[in-house]
């Protein structure tokens, strides 16, 4: 069997498709790394949206190789073995399955490096979400060899990989519901929203048994000597889309499965005062304590004594309960998985803390936070998200006339910002007025 198989990889197109799935991967993942170098979940979602190209060019490779062999005209030559037509078909299959999990991996890879360091949590969930993605991957090219079988022309390699393109990114938003959308097509429902997504198991389990169903009708298509009996291929495609739609949750269920709620639990320094990341950024912790402990240390006249991450998502909507003795900080991680724009952390941090919680509204407050936080740094007040800084005009002047009070008054209206911050209340008159 091994000879058999070593044959088949020499004279197919397999290794030519696994050359090219594993460059067009590789580049992708490359070029995108900031969307994916916050954690192995990541990392395998990304890939796992970029199918919407692989598969097609999985399709593509299989259609190509059932041309060869077409246009070789060697169809008699084998028919003429003793053996019956399915079991001819297993070489081609198997090796063809091969090199597009070897590419698939090998890109896969070829990423992980990048994260090695800094990528500490690694849910069993991501290790389903790749064998998803091999799954679709064969079920992609034994298509592509099935159709090339069916209709063996020049053509059908591209206009394949076209077909496939257009319904992998625009057929799944015919579908009324995301748990549906994400069952019937492998790339899509895979966009990572905040550092805490993940793939709930009954979706991958969906995703995994359309992509068998593929395969096998894909398979059937190759194996039935009369072309008439195709519609063979039928009966696996109903069962696996049946099966399916009953599998996969959807709503509300389908939305909460989407966030990994280990993910979000805290990992805290064992010494006061006390940081505290996520487990997605457990890695950070060396380089973001000391920088919120200065943070802290400006805040030694109110209430604050700890620094958690703000765990807060959008998709669903999530949220960590506010405290008065905590400050909220957001970590982002850039594109090698270290925290990005490191010199915002302290700004943001002492910002946020005298806005007030989330809950409040608090934009009202903002040039009053902005000037109070820049007036405990001894630094001219800027604003702005992700380190696009910019001069805050109103916050320029508050700050201005903070710095011409004595220290001891400065430090008493400071102190009463955070206070009326922590209780909802404006506190725009707050440092020209005086303190409370």
Same mark, same amino acid.
């Given at each position: 069997m091994?000879?058999?198989?070593?044959?088949e990889f020499r004279r197919s197109a397999a290794l030519g498709a696994a050359f090219l799935i594993t460059i067009a991967g590789t580049i992708l993942l490359q070029a995108t790394a900031s969307r994916w170098s916050t954690g192995w979940m990541a990392l395998a979602m990304t890939q796992r949206e970029y199918l919407a190209l692989l598969s097609p060019l999985a399709m593509a490779a299989g259609a190509w190789q059932s041309y060869r062999v077409h246009r070789a005209n060697v169809d008699e030559l084998f028919a003429s073995a003793?053996?019956? $037509? #399915?079991?001819r078909m297993v070489p081609i299959l198997v090796t063809t399955g091969l090199a597009v999990i070897v590419a698939y991996l090998v890109t896969l890879l070829t990423a992980a490096p990048r994260i090695l360091d800094t990528a500490r949590y690694l849910p069993p969930a991501a290790y389903v979400v790749v064998a998803v993605g091999l799954a679709a991957m064969i079920a992609s090219v034994w298509l592509g060899l099935a159709v090339g079988r069916q209709v063996p022309a020049l053509a059908t390699a591209p206009a394949l990989a076209?077909?496939?393109?257009?319904?992998?990114?625009?057929? #799944?938003?015919?579908? #009324? +519901?995301g748990g549906m959308t994400a069952a019937f097509s492998p790339s899509m429902g895979m966009s990572v929203f905040s550092d805490y997504d993940t793939v709930d198991g009954q979706v991958s389990a969906a995703q995994g048994l359309w992509m068998a169903a593929i395969a096998v009708a894909a398979a059937v298509l190759l194996a039935v000597k009369d072309r008439t009996l195709?519609? @063979?291929?039928?009966? !696996?495609? @109903?069962? =696996? @889309?049946?099966?399916?739609?009953?599998?996969?949750?959807?709503?509300?269920?389908y939305e $909460? =499965?989407?966030? +990994?709620? @280990?993910?979000?639990?805290?990992?805290?320094?064992?010494?006061a005062p006390r940081v505290c990341l996520s487990r997605a950024h457990e890695a950070l912790l !060396?380089?973001?304590?000391?920088?919120a402990r200065r943070a802290l240390a400006l805040l030694s006249r109110t209430s604050a004594v700890q620094a958690h991450e703000d765990t807060t998502t959008l998709f669903p909507p999530t949220s960590p309960k506010s405290r008065a003795d905590t400050v909220l900080m957001r970590i982002t991680v850039d594109a090698h998985g270290r925290l990005a724009q490191p010199g915002r952390l302290e700004p943001a941090m002492l910002t946020g803390a005298f806005t007030g919680p989330d809950h409040c =509204?608090?934009? !009202?407050?903002?040039?009053?936070a902005t000037a109070a936080a820049f007036w405990l740094l001894d630094r001219? !007040?800027?604003?702005?998200? +992700? =380190?696009?800084e910019y001069v805050d005009p109103d916050a320029v002047k508050l700050w201005t006339a903070l710095r011409t009070l004595p220290r001891a008054e400065a430090k008493a209206r400071v102190t009463a910002v955070y206070q009326a911050a922590q209780k909802c209340q404006v506190a725009t008159d707050l440092l020209t007025r005086g303190a409370r």
């Open positions: 091994n000879r058999i198989l070593g044959i003793s053996r019956p $037509r #399915p079991q076209v077909i496939g393109f257009a319904l992998l990114i625009f057929a #799944p938003h015919a579908l #009324p +519901d195709a519609f @063979a291929a039928l009966v !696996p495609l @109903a069962l =696996g @889309a049946t099966a399916t739609a009953l599998l996969v949750p959807t709503g509300d269920a $909460r =499965g989407r966030l +990994d709620p @280990a993910a979000q639990e805290l990992v805290c320094t064992a010494d !060396p380089e973001v304590a000391p920088k =509204g608090d934009m !009202p407050n903002v040039p009053v001219k !007040p800027t604003a702005g998200p +992700d =380190g696009l």
